[in-house]
């Protein structure tokens, strides 16, 4: 079975600052997607950003990019230009390539923006 | 607008009551989930569907009962067998085929006292 860890529960960061989450993984698949979810105070998920696993190049959304290493089953977010809207929790997730099968969570890391 | 609705946003039970926690999607996903989060510990997978009239239990399915009657429906039970039955429950759907997100609902806050 697939595990998911993300080892810092909270992280701060300055406005306009950056700062990286970071999440491992445990497989044995060689293909797969994984994903980072935000979840502000409103509860509601929100997707920030996907990574095929089979894409070498690293996914970016605006300010926000991941550092995939296949390899070393890392799969970190940095957030450029940190706004206080970033505020939230954050989740990464794993998600095998076969059909349509769960998401397998991370049990999430709390990011507060300091003004 | 296509979405997920989970309704109500706030339910309040007894303790030794079932409850029925209501999802719908309209985006016409073949793919539905029940997920659980409580503090500290992530979302954890109750139940899920990939078909009508299918459904498989995820990791946490004790105390917990489903159905799948209809595409746009996945009812969520919670029984009185279920332990500790306050949380914050999410439902989920996914578009049929490889590598897509799930898209969540609002959520559902159960408190049973």
């Given at each position: 079975a697939q595990t998911v860890t993300q080892s810092q529960p909270e992280m701060s960061v300055q406005e306009a600052e950056t700062v990286t989450l970071s999440c491992t993984y445990d497989t044995s698949e060689s293909d797969y997607y994984l994903f980072w979810y935000k979840q502000p105070p409103s509860r509601q998920m929100i997707l920030v950003i996907r990574q095929e696993a089979y894409k070498q190049q690293n996914a970016t959304e605006n300010r926000f990019s991941v550092n995939f290493q296949k390899a070393a089953k890392s799969f970190s977010l940095k957030i450029s230009?940190?706004?206080?809207?970033?505020?939230a929790m954050y989740f990464c997730a794993y998600r095998s390539l076969s059909g349509n099968t769960p998401l397998v969570f991370g049990k999430g890391t709390r990011l507060s923006v300091i003004a | 607008d296509g979405g997920i609705t989970q309704s109500p946003k706030y339910l309040f039970r007894k303790e030794g009551q079932n409850v029925t926690l209501s999802c719908e999607q309209n985006?016409?996903?073949d793919a539905m989930y029940w997920y659980r989060q409580d503090p500290g510990q992530g979302l954890r997978l109750i139940y899920y569907s990939q078909i009508v009239n299918d459904f498989q239990k995820g990791?946490?399915?004790?105390?917990y009962s489903v159905s799948r009657e209809k595409k746009e429906s996945f009812p969520l039970t919670v029984t009185?067998?279920?332990?500790?039955?306050t949380a914050f429950y999410l439902c989920a759907s996914s578009t049929p085929g490889q590598g897509t997100e799930q898209y969540f609902g609002p959520g559902t806050r159960l408190t049973v006292t």
């Open positions: 230009d940190s706004q206080l809207g970033d505020a | 985006l016409n996903h990791d946490i399915a004790e105390g009185s067998a279920q332990k500790n039955p």
